[in-house]
């Protein structure tokens, strides 16, 4: 077995008894993404061969991390290496910092990889079609999208070019790009990871999560990013436990509940298949499946693109032109060059968010908009708390559809929106959701299912979903040969 | 909510410091109508006395002691700078 194969508990395992090195692993990817990536094109400005950021400053005590590569999304600040969101108007961009989660995974030893993973521009969308740099594939069949905005760390991921990657969600953006590729995804409780240098889009909705190969790898990744950080004032100072300990705990007498309304029309039979059977299988460990309802499902989406680009426009106002990215030339005067860098720097789908955000905050349009937003993502907040006080979980498909092709939905923003319908409440009530491989479709393709538990309940997520994992090795089916 | 016209989207582009060729307008606009129509739907939800929710968890306020510590050095947060003079960003002129 090649060590790019390999999760990253076994290459610890390798590690630890001294059977490889380091520079061993990030060779044998780095010959991998050679191979694959004209194929999957999981990285941004790859020139070959991968690469690790050599540490700087000193490593903190011993982490089953230590030595292990991590890729990193292209929004998530990496000191001196380019961070640019897969947008013209940060080409180039070095940040003078590392965010957070870099300098923790530093200090655990982990090594950075120092290309990034390819998303849509500033993490609008939901298959990477919106990359300045051009869209990854799906390893699975590349004629399909790997998801998104997440979508290179899932490909890199599921194409063995990563062991470990980061993501961000913000309504779904590493769970659903992990469902297509056949991948674990992980979107923390809000404030569980700091998001000091992660590039803002939603600032009320964003976390940073791990995707990787397994559950047990999620947990491992989570133990590292996930704490208090001073620098990022809406991160919350609960103690972080070591997820890795609830792994292979019993999951008898957990009580889960399926809501009515993720089942209903629209959602493809054979991921509808797969999920069915997936309870029967948590029925079988002895866990409690019943019907649950979140009435306010419906509105979670227009709820979503309201305070989603409300936000986003407020935070991409910063992208001026003056203090980093690109800069439109012979600007006449200072607000021309705003308007000119903004209007050349920005892709369409950017445009069309912030000018939305920009309309359902302007005067006149405020409480018809922004303000019954606030309050109907209320209504499903309350939805959650319903379910949640009888209920450990919740398991839902995590899309509702397999992968969809390249092109197919890109014309039409609205109907690429309505394809997070099954992930966008989990951010507007700030909850941990992970998606993990339930099955395949006919041609192939994964189908992934979600588990959401209540705020700060990662454990109990990470307990079921490993029990799943253990019980039917959804692994089993091997991806086609790149 | 039906008298969002092209006028109003180039006006709210404008708002947005976002230059947009005419084709853009044209393809965007609408685009941005269909969103907004859509979006309509939340009419049919009864919000009257339901508190908003701006943020998830019951954080307020986060103060911190107010003492010196070490700031981003200025040539380093200058690095990224598409124009600079000495110490500082430069930019075209505001006031002729």
């Not at chain 1, 059977?19 to 044998?28: G, L, Y």
């Not at chain 1, 001196?80 to 995974?105: H, M, Q, W």
């Not at chain 1, 700091?194 to 047990?216: E, H």
């Not at chain 2, 393809?27 to 998830?56: A, N, V």
Request: proline residues 6%; charged residues 25%; contains cysteine.
């Amino acid at each position: 077995m090649e060590l790019y194969s390999m999760t990253g508990s076994q290459l610890a395992g390798l590690l630890a008894g001294r059977k490889a090195s380091p520079q061993d692993i990030v060779s044998s990817l780095s010959r991998r993404a050679a191979a694959k990536e004209e194929q999957v094109r999981a990285y941004v400005r790859f020139e070959g061969g991968l690469e690790s950021i050599p540490p700087e400053g000193g490593v903190e005590g011993k982490s089953p991390l230590s030595g292990l590569p991590v890729s990193i999304k292209d929004n998530i600040c990496t000191r001196s290496f380019n961070t640019e969101c897969c947008s013209r108007i940060l080409s180039g961009y070095k940040p003078p910092y590392d965010a957070t989660v870099v300098s923790r995974l530093k200090k655990a030893g982990a090594s950075i990889i120092s290309v990034k993973t390819n998303m849509d521009e500033f993490a609008f969308g939901s298959s990477t079609e919106n990359s300045c740099f051009g869209p990854s594939r799906n390893p699975w069949d590349r004629r399909c999208v790997p998801g998104g905005s997440s979508g290179g760390s899932a490909a890199a991921v599921a194409a063995d070019e990563a062991v470990f990657a980061l993501g961000s969600d913000t309504g779904g953006s590493i769970r659903q790009p992990a469902s297509f590729c056949g991948v674990v995804g992980l979107k923390p409780t809000y404030g569980r990871v700091s998001r000091y240098g992660l590039v803002a889009f939603a600032s009320s909705l964003d976390q940073i999560g791990p995707i990787t190969k397994d559950v047990r790898d999620s947990a491992m990744l989570l133990n590292v990013i996930a704490g208090y950080d001073p620098k990022d004032s809406t991160s919350v100072n609960e103690p972080v436990p070591d997820y890795t300990a609830c792994l292979g705990r019993p999951v008898k007498g957990m009580r889960i509940g399926v809501p009515k309304e993720y089942m209903v029309e629209g959602i493809d039979p054979q991921v509808r298949e797969s999920l069915l059977r997936a309870l029967e299988e948590f029925r079988r460990l002895g866990a409690v499946c019943e019907e649950v309802s979140l009435p306010h499902t419906e509105f979670a989406v227009p709820v979503y693109y309201i305070i989603a680009t409300a936000e986003a426009s407020s935070n991409l106002a910063r992208f001026d032109g003056v203090r980093y990215g690109f800069r439109a030339a012979d600007a006449g005067g200072l607000h021309d060059m705003f308007s000119r860098t903004r209007g050349e720097g920005f892709g369409k789908e950017a445009k069309r968010r912030i000018i939305l955000g920009t309309f359902a905050l302007s005067h006149g349009y405020y409480d018809a908009y922004y303000l019954r937003a606030l309050k109907v993502r209320t209504l499903i907040k309350e939805d959650f708390d319903k379910v949640f006080s009888g209920f450990d979980c919740i398991v839902t498909p995590t899309s509702p559809t397999p992968a969809f092709e390249l092109g197919e939905k890109s014309g039409d923003p609205l109907k690429m929106y309505l394809s997070d319908i099954c992930t966008i409440s989990v951010n507007l009530a700030g909850i941990p959701a992970i998606s993990l491989p339930c099955g395949f479709t006919g041609k192939g393709l994964p189908v992934g299912m979600q588990i959401m538990a209540g705020h700060f309940k990662e454990e109990t997520i990470f307990k079921l979903a490993y029990a799943y994992e253990q019980a039917v090795s959804a692994r089993e089916r091997r991806r086609p040969e790149l | 909510m039906s008298d969002i016209n092209d006028k109003v989207i180039e006006y709210t582009a404008k708002l947005a410091r976002v230059k947009l060729e005419s084709a853009e307008l044209g393809e965007l606009s609408p685009q941005i109508k269909g969103i907004l129509d859509f979006i309509g739907k939340l009419e049919e939800t009864d919000t009257g006395d339901i508190e908003p929710t701006s943020h998830i968890l019951p954080v307020n306020n986060v103060f911190r002691a107010d003492e010196p510590a070490q700031s981003l050095p200025v040539e380093d947060a200058l690095s990224g700078a598409p124009r600079r003079r000495g110490r500082c960003f430069s930019v075209p002129k505001v006031i002729e």
